[in-house]
């Protein structure tokens, strides 16, 4: 396999990534869920593809030797203030995929967990309350009034 072929699969699966982001439509918390997820996978794949290509412009540049003679000596400098600017780029893509993980995380504290918390608190409160009930055995009873003890 060349790197030309890794390097269609690569941008294949990143557009394959932004497409599915593209075709998602907010009407679920599963929707949500998959937009976080697909986020941080297009996060993660930036990071890492921009941060190796920041890491191969600085050993380039670093190599390269101009006519001045200046640049023999601070090539090495320089290329890392070049591929300083990429890494940046790669701190912002890591950060663009963490964004997705806490967006859900979020709306999970402030929106699933409270609804959870409701529910749980409204069947807690049926069960305590006294009241009238048809059809219910009483506590400690064998049953309804006419139906046989078995013996």
């Known amino acids: 396999m060349s790197d030309s072929d890794s390097g269609e699969k690569l941008g294949s699966n990143l557009s394959q990534?932004?497409?599915?982001?593209?075709?998602?439509?907010?009407?679920?918390?599963?929707?949500?869920?998959?937009?976080?997820?697909?986020?941080?996978?297009?996060?993660?794949?930036?990071?890492?593809?921009?941060?190796?290509?920041?890491?191969?412009?600085?050993?380039?540049?670093?190599?390269?030797?101009?006519k001045w003679w200046t640049f023999g000596a601070q090539s090495k400098i320089r290329s890392k203030l070049v591929s300083a600017h990429l890494k940046g780029g790669a701190s912002a893509a890591k950060v663009l995929g963490l964004s997705g993980v806490k967006m859900y995380a979020s709306f999970v504290k402030h929106f699933i967990q409270p609804e959870i918390e409701a529910e749980r608190k409204a069947r807690e409160g049926k069960g305590s309350k006294p009241g009238f009930s048809i059809g219910d055995k009483p506590k400690g009873a064998a049953g309804r009034p006419g139906e046989g003890r078995a013996a």
């Open 17 to 66: 990534l932004i497409q599915q982001l593209e075709k998602i439509e907010f009407a679920t918390d599963r929707d949500l869920y998959q937009y976080a997820r697909i986020l941080r996978a297009i996060g993660l794949e930036l990071h890492m593809r921009i941060g190796m290509d920041a890491d191969m412009v600085g050993a380039i540049l670093s190599q390269y030797r101009g």
